[in-house]
């Protein structure tokens, strides 16, 4: 029973580190994840990998458009491209 | 040999956040980079009849846009008398003379080459985002980069929690195997 309940599933691990790459797993989840990965080669994997895309990310500091610039930014190109087509 | 073709109608949705990154993490400013963006794609669809086919689309408008940001200095460095150096100095009796050796150390200034290394993880990264799925290109964009909460997303995209974590996870790991080939 004790076993059982602090048993996660390989995808419910998965889930739970990617909710911690954005810090939004609580600690009972990120403890239930340690215990995982001190024996799960696949989880461990996933979650080292998935450390590493975070830190490059976080590392290059990339930067996109939010939709409101992006829809403003495509409403003036297709008034010019209206006028090229 | 003329292999790319050009199609304009596609350009914001595949290249308009590649371009603004390559921009801002060279002009500091949010406006100024989607000006400049705006005017590439401008300025490519009136130089569409230039294109020989030999690069791809997105390479041709980043020589566009090269250009742009080179432009774009120059007319900032021409505005003679308009520079300004500022530097804050300590005028207390306590300090007063450490001014210089406290702006010789700088050591979170980040070097020339780290940025050009961080420009180039960069790029990689955006190379990676661009082989993902138009939606789970959005939702990770939405999430990691621009840091909307779980709720704005779902509202925005119209979408249920579960949907975007499962969006996320595929996001996620497309992106991590991308970038162990093509990076790490």
């Known amino acids: ?85 | 040999m003329a292999n790319h073709q050009l199609n304009p109608n596609n350009w914001i949705d595949l290249y308009s956040d590649y371009l603004f990154n390559y921009t801002i993490s060279r002009v500091n400013d949010r406006v100024v980079a989607q000006d400049l963006v705006s005017e590439t794609f401008l300025a490519g669809l009136k130089s569409m009849g230039n294109f020989k086919g030999e690069a791809s689309e997105r390479t041709w408008l980043v020589s566009i846009l090269k250009r742009k940001i080179i432009d774009h200095y120059r007319k900032i460095n021409s505005k003679k008398g308009k520079a300004e150096v500022r530097m804050n100095y300590n005028s207390d009796s306590d300090t007063e003379g450490d001014w210089l050796e406290e702006r010789v150390e700088d050591t979170f200034e980040k070097t020339a080459e780290a940025k050009l290394e961080n420009s180039e993880l960069g790029d990689a990264i955006y190379d990676c985002i661009a082989k993902l799925p138009a939606k789970q290109a959005e939702v990770f964009k939405m999430k990691t980069i621009l840091g909307y909460d779980t709720e704005t997303i779902c509202n925005e995209m119209n979408i249920t929690a579960s949907n975007l974590w499962v969006l996320i996870h595929r996001a996620r790991t497309a992106l991590a195997n991308c970038m162990e080939e093509n990076w790490f």
Do not use: P
Request: overall charge positive; hydrophobic content about 30%.
């Open chain 1, 1 to 85: 029973m004790k076993k059982r309940f602090l048993f996660i599933s390989c995808e419910e691990a998965k889930h739970i580190c990617d909710k911690s790459q954005y810090g939004e797993s609580t600690f009972w989840e990120r403890f239930k994840l340690s215990i995982r990965l001190s024996w799960c080669h696949v989880t461990k994997s996933y979650s080292s990998k998935n450390n590493k895309l975070t830190h490059s990310i976080k590392q290059a500091e990339v930067d996109c458009l939010k939709n409101d610039e992006r829809n403003k930014l495509k409403q003036q190109f297709e008034k010019e491209l209206a006028k090229h087509q």
